[in-house]
């Protein structure tokens, strides 16, 4: 196994499609994704699966069904398993750290063309 370090703004650097995760990193169950977001994705939920969101750029709005919650360049937010949301982009492009465990599909329980069955490892 190689340690290295890895570098948020050159492996952003690497891709510029929305919407469409790729795989950085791996601990233990979970992986760690990067993923540049615009505009709304889809209402949807995970059945087994939370997910963390981690603002590396931009703005996020989280939506839930009870309330909004921005989440801010530097913060976070962790979506329990079963809870549904629908993420959208405050500003014109927001760069997203996502944790969550490989077996994640990014639209849940939805399917759509935004849906990703097979990431990018980068």
Known sequence: MTI???SLEEKFGCFSDYWSPKIV???NDAQIKLVKIKGEFTWHHH???DE???VVKGRLLMQLRDRNII???GEFI???K???HCPAALSDEVH???MEPGTTLNTGNFRNERTRAALERI
Do not use: Y
């Open 52 to 54: 963390l969101f981690l």
């Open 82 to 84: 079963g809870t549904e």
């Open 78 to 80: 962790i979506i329990p």
């Open 96 to 98: 997203i750290v996502l």
């Open 71 to 73: 989440v801010d360049e």
């Open 4 to 6: 290295d370090k890895v």
């Open 25 to 27: 990193g791996d601990v």
């Open 47 to 49: 059945d087994h699966e």
